[in-house]
């Protein structure tokens, strides 16, 4: 059974920088996309970035893109997210998930039919 793990989260001030890790495991992921998703109470949980597995293409959504930059170690199954320059406005819940459809699935279709989600870490950005 797939499983995702995110780590990394806390409490940082803004400017900081700060990375989040997701480690996969119960499964190869070739063939998988894997993105990064974040929750605020006051929004859905909207997209942040995505990376194909296999071949690296990666996809920033416009509010992080050259602030944020997601990258994968296949040697250990794990995706990371690294944040700078972050503002307070990039505080929320940060999910990873993962599915094999690829990156049109995880970077441009319907969250809430992803395959895999890990259960979320905190980041919270002080002004």
């Known amino acids: 059974q797939v499983h995702l793990e995110e780590s990394g989260g806390g409490l940082v001030q803004a400017g900081d920088s700060l990375r989040l890790s997701c480690a996969a495991s119960g499964h190869s992921f070739n063939g998988y996309a894997m993105g990064w998703f974040r929750r605020t109470p006051e929004k859905e949980r909207d997209f942040v970035a995505a990376i194909n597995w296999s071949d690296g293409d990666m996809y920033y959504s416009d509010s992080v893109k050259g602030r944020f930059t997601i990258s994968r170690d296949s040697a250990k199954n794990t995706v990371y997210l690294q944040m700078t320059a972050l503002k307070p406005e990039d505080t929320a819940v940060y999910y990873c998930?993962?599915?094999?459809?690829?990156?049109?699935?995880?970077?441009?279709?319907?969250?809430?039919?992803?395959?895999?989600w890990g259960q979320g870490t905190l980041v919270t950005v002080s002004s």
């Open positions: 998930a993962a599915d094999s459809r690829g990156l049109r699935a995880v970077a441009g279709g319907d969250e809430r039919f992803l395959e895999v």
